[in-house]
């Protein structure tokens, strides 16, 4: 059975920095593409960043692009959110994805699998 759990999540000031986790167990997703998702309140998820291994069709969003950076550790099985000059419009409940496809997806049905979320909160 496969489970994504993420970590990191937490209070952070306007402007300031953060690096939210996922690490996957029970299948690995070297060849697939793995991403981060965020719901705020009263909002639909939105998809935040996307990448394959190689690095290969590597997508952002258009509110987090130039601030937020995606990565991944092939030998950990995860891949991190590493959130820079952050905005109060970033609080959300932030989830990780992963997919059996191969191809980069910017909607939520392009994912086989979901973690459980961890909330990121911006303050003044």
């Known amino acids: 059975q496969v489970h994504l759990v993420e970590s990191g999540g937490g209070l952070v000031q306007v402007g300031g920095s953060l690096t939210l986790s996922c690490v996957a167990s029970?299948?690995?997703?070297?060849?697939?593409?793995m991403a981060w998702f965020r719901q705020a309140p009263e909002k639909e998820r939105e998809f935040v960043a996307g990448?394959?291994?190689?690095?290969?069709?590597?997508s952002y969003g258009a509110d987090v692009k130039g601030r937020f950076r995606i990565s991944r550790d092939n030998l950990k099985n995860a891949v991190y959110l590493h959130m820079n000059m952050v905005k109060f419009e970033d609080t959300a409940v932030y989830y990780c994805?992963?997919?059996?496809?191969?191809?980069?997806?910017?909607?939520?049905?392009?994912?086989?699998?979901w973690g459980q979320g961890t909330h990121v909160t911006v303050s003044s």
């Open positions: 990448m394959k291994m190689n690095g290969i069709g590597t």
């Open positions: 994805a992963a997919s059996r496809g191969l191809a980069v997806s910017t909607m939520s049905s392009g994912y086989d699998y």
């Open positions: 029970g299948r690995a997703f070297t060849n697939n593409p």
